[in-house]
């Protein structure tokens, strides 16, 4: 059974660094498409970054140069490391497996919330 | 970027009623289209993917039709379970983009 656990969440001032963690079982990490996408608070659905199982990464505008995803392959893990954090990125973060090599979000970890503020 | 343009936003309806739900994409995505409900403090959930093909386990009462620029996810018989919000999201390219939202709530 897939199952993805993000952590790492928390509040942190603007400027600051955080490391979001989405620790995955039933399937191998480093063989699949994955992709974080977030939530600001009451508002809808923003893709933010997608790794390729071959290691190809993308990012959206609104975070590119901020934030790398990456993989630990060690800990069956993805990693989204987030500097320069601003109000606005403010937002539960979810990790997702893409659907056989598309760009579909099949599998959703229950979601870690990132509050940037002073 | 492909802007996704969902309608209505806000959907009252009555169990057992026949819900539709549109997606317009900015531009010709193909069928590169799926469907999440989300419930609230819920992570979403895959429903439909290239426009038309029911996710494992997801009930047949949900349908997606449509191609190029113009969608549509129809509930034939709305069940409890179903008052939600639900997102279109393309798959085209990059950066990949969601639809605002429809909440479908209880008349």
């Known amino acids: 059974e897939v199952q993805l656990v993000e952590s790492g969440g928390g509040l942190v001032q603007p400027g600051g660094s955080l490391r979001l963690s989405c620790a995955a079982s039933g399937f191998t990490v480093s063989s699949t498409y994955m992709g974080w996408v977030r939530q600001a608070p009451g508002r809808g659905l923003e893709w933010v970054s997608v790794i390729y199982s071959g290691g190809n990464t993308y990012f959206a505008d609104s975070v590119k140069g901020r934030i790398t995803i990456s993989r630990d392959n060690s800990k069956n893990t993805l990693i989204l490391q987030m500097n320069s954090l601003r109000v606005e990125d403010t937002a539960v973060y979810y990790c997702?497996?893409?659907?056989?090599?598309?760009?579909?979000?099949?599998?959703w970890g229950q979601g870690t919330l990132v509050t940037v503020s002073s | 970027d492909i802007q996704m343009t969902q309608s209505p936003s806000f959907v009252s309806a009555s169990v057992g009623d026949r819900v539709t739900i549109t997606c317009q994409a900015s531009?010709?995505?193909?069928?590169?289209l799926a469907w999440y409900q989300q419930k609230p403090g819920k992570a979403p959930k895959l429903l439909i993917y290239t426009a038309s093909t029911l996710q494992s386990g997801v009930p047949s009462r949900f349908s997606g039709s449509g191609s190029g620029t113009d969608f549509t996810l129809t509930i034939s018989s709305l069940q409890p379970e179903d008052f939600a919000t639900y997102y279109c999201q393309q798959a085209n390219s990059f950066p990949l983009t969601f639809g605002g939202g429809t909440k479908v709530e209880i008349k």
């Open positions: 997702a497996t893409m659907y056989s090599s598309s760009w579909f979000f099949d599998y």
């Open positions: 531009q010709g995505i193909a069928r590169w």
